[in-house]
Nanobody
Framework: QVNLVESGGGSVRAGGSLRLSCVAS????????VGWFRQAPGKEREAVAA????????YYTDSVKGRFTISQDNSKKTVYLQMDRVKDEDTAMYYC????????????????WGQGTQVTVSS
């Protein structure tokens, strides 16, 4: 059984930092595209960042470029999302996804999803 578990969310002041972690069990990220997504109340889910684990190719949505960093640690079966200089608009539930099966990194199909970790940014 594949499980993805996110952690690291919480409340942070605008301009601060958080590091989210996505740990896999029953699955390895060795050759995959692992993505971070977010969904704010009343809004559609949005792709934030993704990493092609075999090549380390990385993608970011424009609104987080220069502030967020996605990275991986295959030995720990973990993908991280370092969030720096956070803004109010970063408030959302953050999900990681894996088991990419095709399409674009931000619009394609991911087979496995975690339960999410809440990030709340206050001014």
């Amino acid at each position: 059984q594949v499980n993805l578990v996110e952690s690291g969310g919480g409340s942070v002041r605008a301009g601060g930092s958080l590091r989210l972690s996505c740990v896999a069990s029953g699955y390895t990220f060795t050759t995959d595209c692992v993505g971070w997504f977010r969904q704010a109340p009343g809004k559609e889910r949005e792709a934030v960042a993704a990493v092609i684990t075999s090549s380390d190719m990385i993608y970011y949505t424009d609104s987080v470029k220069g502030r967020f960093t996605i990275s991986q640690d295959n030995s720990k079966k973990t993908v991280y999302l370092q969030m720096d200089r956070v803004k109010d608009e970063d408030t959302a539930m953050y999900y990681c996804a894996a088991g990419f099966s095709g399409g674009t990194w931000n619009g394609g199909t991911y087979q496995y999803w975690g339960q999410g970790t809440q990030v709340t940014v206050s001014s």
